[in-house]
């Protein structure tokens, strides 16, 4: 299982980005895909996770509102729509998936399986 991720890139705050990631294969049923970011010096943080299937979502509470994320289940692709970025949103973005994480544990970077590459977002002042 592979996943790619696309649509980083430089952006002035207060303006919008979106980001895809793509997953190779639906081996298994129930996936759930997450965003994750990290940003210099700090540790890997929670950004967003939707079930492919159903469709549930959870956001970490700093991008609520701002940040959409959604799901093409026919191009096995989730997005994470960002508005309103801000210069702490910069971060490089990571995607991961995995088909055994309960709703509880979304969050939980070390219940994913499967990650892609990482995508940086740079928001200026």
């Known amino acids: 299982v592979q996943l790619q991720a696309s649509g980083g890139g430089p952006v002035q705050a207060g303006g919008s980005l979106t980001l895809s990631c793509t997953i190779s294969e639906r081996t298994f049923g129930r996936i759930v895909m997450g965003w994750f970011r990290q940003a210099p010096g700090k540790e890997r943080e929670f950004v967003a996770a939707?079930?492919?299937?159903?469709?549930?979502?959870d956001y970490t509470s700093s991008v609520k509102g701002r940040f959409t994320i959604s799901r093409n289940t026919a191009k096995n692709t989730v997005y994470l729509q960002m508005n309103s970025l801000k210069p702490e949103d910069t971060a490089v973005y990571y995607c991961a998936a995995d088909g055994t994480i309960i709703r509880s544990s979304w969050s939980n970077s070390a219940q994913y399986k499967y990650w892609g590459q990482g995508t940086l977002v740079t928001v200026s002042s």
């Open positions: 939707i079930n492919l299937s159903g469709g549930n979502t």
